[in-house]
């Protein structure tokens, strides 16, 4: 299985601050990376596909980028609704695999 | 819009099958693929599997002595059989839409709200 390492695992941060995640894959996924988004009781709501692009009603300041087995998601200025754990994943092979997850925290 | 919901029973004891269904609304469940993902209490997203319309199925070597997935295109729905649960395996259960195949990264892009299954005695 591939496997996706999320780092830090949990993150303290203040509305308006540039935050930004990393997520290792064990092998090159190629552009087969995607970033999640969960709050609370809530499904996962699909943020970046395909490394960089945005899912369609996500604010723009949001984005993804990296290659091959390494990639980050940047928040430009946190707002107040995006507190939440954020997930990557991986669909270039089966078993998909995610990330374990990170936690945004308000400091 | 898209919608998934999920239904099934939220309690079940030990060794018994586990049966949801998740019924598409808002779309045709043809020409798609479509997956079962599961999230244990305080954990991670795992996996299920998926199927595709046409009823071809991949599911996670993991579980795959004990899940079946399967399509009624008539109702738009498709079903999620888990056997011999045990505890670790109470989780909430997601349906979604994918892998999209048309989407650079091929993600999951629908989703249920999913649905808590507890297994206890």
């Known amino acids: 299985d591939i496997q996706m390492t999320q780092s830090p695992s949990s993150l303290s941060a203040s509305v308006g601050d540039r935050v930004t995640i990393t997520c290792r894959a064990s092998?090159?996924?190629?552009?087969?990376l995607n970033w999640f988004q969960q709050k609370p009781g809530k499904a996962p709501k699909l943020l970046i596909y395909g490394i960089s692009s945005l899912q369609s009603g996500v604010p723009s300041r949001f984005s993804g980028s990296g290659s091959g087995t390494d990639f980050t998601l940047t928040i430009s200025s946190l707002q107040p609704e995006d507190f939440a754990t954020y997930y990557c994943?991986?669909?270039?092979?089966?078993?998909?695999?995610f990330g374990q997850g990170t936690n945004l925290e308000l400091k | 819009q898209v919608q998934l919901q999920e239904s099934g029973p939220g309690l079940m004891k030990p060794s018994e099958t586990l049966s949801l269904t998740c019924t598409v609304s808002g779309g045709s469940i043809s020409s798609y693929y479509w997956s079962w993902i599961r999230q244990p209490p305080g954990k991670g997203l795992e996996w299920i599997g998926y199927l595709y319309y046409s009823g071809s199925t991949n599911y996670n070597p993991s579980l795959k002595s004990r899940v079946t997935i399967s399509v009624d295109t008539s109702k738009n729905q498709f079903s999620l059989k888990l056997s011999s649960v045990t505890a670790a395996d109470t989780a909430v259960y997601y349906c979604?839409?994918?892998?999209?195949?048309?989407?650079?990264?091929?993600?999951?892009?629908?989703w249920g709200q999913g649905t808590l299954v507890t297994v206890s005695s």
């Open positions: 979604a839409r994918g892998p999209v195949t048309v989407l650079q990264g091929q993600p999951f892009d629908y």
């Open positions: 994943q991986q669909s270039y092979m089966t078993p998909y695999t």
């Open positions: 092998q090159s996924i190629r552009n087969y």
